[in-house]
């Protein structure tokens, strides 16, 4: 016959159950410690009470002259029965150093031998036993009564052993009241601290908690996406391996507040806003990250769970699917006007002009490779080299001329191979965009583009035109685009990095801003200054010898 497994009983009921029985023993061992002390006490108490009676009795001048007399008996028993009652013990027995007695409770044992010892007495000494006489067990004490130096008598006052457990008995009932009390009072305490415990463990018992917090660990380690929970101080509560990679915080950083991790002002913002946030991109240093965040709610606020999603590899590969559609077009334009030109030379063919088809397709010939020589003989780097061919491919067709500098020079193999070319492609990329916008608008007008906005004052070029110098030299990489746009303002210098700063509408501004991140990701910098042409002029210096150390850093 198989029996139903049973549920382990919950954590807070072991704990009330372990508890109960602490108290009750806490409880019990006090109130033993409690009864042996009180017996203890109460027989020290009668001890004293006695012997002070006996020492009073053995020193009383009246009891000296009575043990003169023929007849002691007819004084000491009145006295010793006075004495007896006042003092509230159990027998005064006066006696003849041969342990006859004088007094006794009951006078019929008046001159009987006294039951007990009385040899150290005879020796002058005062002593207490516990001894078995007339009366039962009794607690006395025996002292020599002196005439000079003379033992004339002998003194014996007791206390019954069943009065000095009576009154033991006495306290104990009012110490099983106080234990029963206490241990009442200790378990209904112990029942609402264990109830308060099992609504926060939601009645699991010690396993199901322990592994819940294996399962807990092992998901915040093999969780790739960044989880953050905070607190309702805005203090970091939880944060996983992720979480601090992508927000590049350093250990240590739980019980911190948000606020205090210099992190960028739009995404502080995010983390701190009571309401939920879905799908927001921040940039940090070196990261594009999308947000995420939930207020845990449960009758008060009590904190915000947060994800972190990298979207940096993407935002780069969107910005390279991006460059590679505006290569389509560019090809697609190029064959366009390819089918027009063939058309035009072999119309000149046909109507005999053989030497205008020529000198007009060779004219055109002349103009690309001119430009595809420069960029191949001046840029080694394969990657670069392409860029700026499609690039100007692009540009020309919006009517913008691109131009490599003269000084431009990057040998093959002169970059390290630790200097990722995505990088590469979103800082060049982007600031040739921008510059073509910027350029084109300066021509055209606004609206065609999206670049930096323009302040333009003079006349317009008559020609658009982008400068791009491109420099490895002295163990750093220069890019340099410059343009005859408009320019930017002194007063948004200092924005057109930040994400989002644009006159182009919602969701733009982002690149400028993806370009100093990558910038920094890489130990560079760039800077905004006017251009020779009275545009905008970017530069972006990246140390070749430190993106080996840079790029070790960040993946150890």
């Not at 002196?146 to 009065?163: C, H, P």
């Not at 001046?378 to 100007?392: D, F, I, N, S, Y």
């Not at 323009?454 to 030299?473: C, F, K, Q, W």
Request: aromatic share 4%; charged share 20%.
């Amino acid at each position: 016959m198989r029996f139903p497994r049973t549920r382990p009983r919950s954590l807070a009921g072991q704990l009330f159950a372990m508890q109960v029985v602490l108290v009750a023993a806490v409880v019990a061992g006090c109130a033993f410690f409690a009864y042996v002390s009180g017996s203890s006490q109460a027989k020290e108490t009668a001890t004293r009470q006695v012997r002070t009676a006996a020492l009073a009795i053995a020193g009383a001048p009246s009891v000296r002259e009575a043990i003169r007399t023929p007849d002691p008996s007819a004084v000491l028993q009145p006295y010793a029965e006075q004495v007896r009652k006042d003092t509230g013990i159990a027998f005064v027995t006066i006696m003849d150093p041969h342990r006859v007695r004088w007094t006794h409770p009951n006078a019929e044992r008046i001159g009987e031998s006294f039951l007990g010892h009385t040899a150290r007495a005879l020796r002058g000494e005062t002593f207490s036993e516990t001894y078995t006489g007339t009366l039962g067990p009794s607690i006395r004490v025996v002292t020599p009564i002196r005439d000079g130096d003379r033992i004339v008598g002998l003194v014996s006052a007791g206390i019954t052993v069943e009065r000095v457990s009576s009154q033991v008995r006495a306290q104990l009932g009012a110490l099983g009241l106080a234990a029963g009390a206490a241990l009442a009072l200790g378990g209904l305490g112990t029942y609402v601290i264990n109830a308060r415990l099992r609504r926060h463990t939601h009645g699991m018992n010690a396993a199901e908690l322990s592994r819940l917090h294996d399962y807990h660990e092992a998901t915040l380690h093999a969780v790739r996406e960044g989880l953050l929970m905070l607190d309702g101080q805005r203090r970091i509560a939880l944060i996983n391996d992720a979480g601090r990679e992508l927000l590049g915080l350093a250990p240590g950083t739980v019980g911190r507040r948000v606020a205090e991790l210099d992190l960028p002002a739009p995404l502080t913002g995010a983390l701190l806003a009571s309401e939920e946030r879905v799908d927001e991109v921040h940039l940090t240093a070196d990261r594009v990250i999308v947000v995420n965040t939930r207020p845990v709610v449960g009758g008060e606020r009590r904190g915000t769970v947060v994800t972190l999603r990298d979207h940096t590899e993407l935002q780069a590969l969107s910005g390279e699917l991006d460059s590679e559609r505006g290569f389509t077009q560019a090809l697609r334009s190029q064959a366009h006007e390819a089918a027009n030109r063939l058309h035009t030379v072999v119309s000149l063919i046909e109507l005999g002009r053989e030497e205008e088809a020529v000198g007009f397709a060779t004219a055109e010939l002349e103009l690309a490779q001119a430009l595809t020589d420069r960029v191949v003989g001046a840029v080694g780097e394969p990657v670069l080299a392409a860029l700026l061919l499609g690039k100007a491919a692009q540009a020309n067709e919006r009517g913008v001329e691109l131009v490599l500098a003269d000084d431009s020079l990057i040998d093959d193999g002169a970059l390290p191979a630790t200097l990722p070319q995505r990088d590469l492609v979103t800082i060049l990329g982007n600031l040739i965009d921008n510059a073509v916008d910027a350029a084109s608008e300066a021509v055209t007008g606004p609206g065609s583009g999206g670049g930096v906005p323009g302040r333009r004052t003079g006349p317009r070029p008559a020609r658009a035109r982008v400068t791009v110098t491109a420099l490895a030299d002295d163990g750093e990489l220069l890019l340099r685009v410059a343009d005859n746009g408009a320019g930017v303002g002194p007063d948004d210098a200092a924005e057109v990095f930040r994400r989002g700063w644009s006159t182009h509408g919602a969701g733009r501004g982002l690149g400028l801003a993806l370009v100093r991140q990558a910038a920094h990701r890489n130990g560079g910098a760039v800077v905004l200054e006017q251009g020779p042409d009275g545009g905008a002029e970017f530069t972006v210096r990246l140390p070749l010898a430190a993106c080996s150390a840079v790029r070790k850093e960040r993946t150890t």
